[in-house]
């Protein structure tokens, strides 16, 4: 296995995206860590709740219902959230306003809950402490949403982190066809060891590159598959 050059990466994205600059049209910019700290956790809380809500189901109608959430769950202020006992849960959970799903709305409480243990940990925001988090070992923090979070795992917890404009990248099903296709992995997608070495590729492609995470992963994804634009 040799690691393909990220030059070579872009310029096969590129052609197949109709120039230079269609591509870097298309690429997306994290937030600084400065910018990402000063997030409210209500927004962090928020993220991660449209996240699990829309895995699995129809995003649009996530967005349809969503200020019915906002307004439901006291604009995920973390304090009120954890003062809800069960069966004020329970009854919100039923509310025909926003997506009828009890096991996804606990969530809601469980994982201000883990945000509240980060506060009281560390003294300081969980905007703060995922703006900290070094983005050469990314695949960490995923871990650590999906141990203390619910329903973080898989790529529920990077696309929440994505959302929220934290450097990260993705294993969508093209960065995937990528990295099988040049047996930079061979084994379970979120296995450990295939999300070592995934981040190892990535920070060798950002050390040549000098780009974010996120824009290395959508060229990637932009060099493969059958997206071509043409060039006119």
Do not use: C
């Not at 700290?37 to 967005?63: I, N």
């Not at 999300?195 to 992963?217: K, P, T």
Request: proline share 3%.
């Amino acid at each position: 296995m040799v690691l393909e050059k990220f030059d070579h990466i872009y310029q096969r994205a590129a052609e197949r995206k109709g120039g230079v600059a269609h591509l870097e049209a298309l690429l997306g910019q994290p937030l600084s860590a400065a910018e990402l700290a000063t997030l409210g956790d209500d927004r962090v809380l928020a993220q991660l709740t449209k996240k699990v809500f829309k895995s699995g189901f129809v995003w649009r109608v996530v967005e349809q219902k969503w200020p019915a959430f906002e307004t439901l769950f006291f604009n995920f202020e973390i304090e009120k959230i954890l003062m809800m006992p069960p069966d004020m849960l329970e009854r919100k959970a039923s509310d025909p306003a926003i997506i009828r799903n009890a096991r996804k709305v606990k969530t809601i409480y469980d994982n201000a809950l883990m945000i509240k243990d980060v506060q009281t940990q560390t003294g300081h925001s969980f905007a703060k402490f995922i703006a900290q988090w070094p983005s050469n070992d990314i695949v960490s923090l995923w871990r650590y949403l999906k141990q203390h979070g619910q329903r973080l795992g898989g790529n529920t917890g990077p696309y929440a982190l994505r959302s929220l404009g934290k450097d990260t990248f993705l294993l969508t099903q093209d960065v995937e066809v990528y990295l099988r296709a040049n047996q930079l992995i061979d084994g379970g997608l979120m296995s450990l060891r295939s999300l070592s070495q995934s981040q190892d590729y990535f920070n060798q492609w950002q050390a040549e590159s000098g780009r974010s995470l996120q824009a290395i992963s959508q060229i990637i994804s932009f060099s493969v598959g059958d997206n071509r634009v043409g060039l006119s």
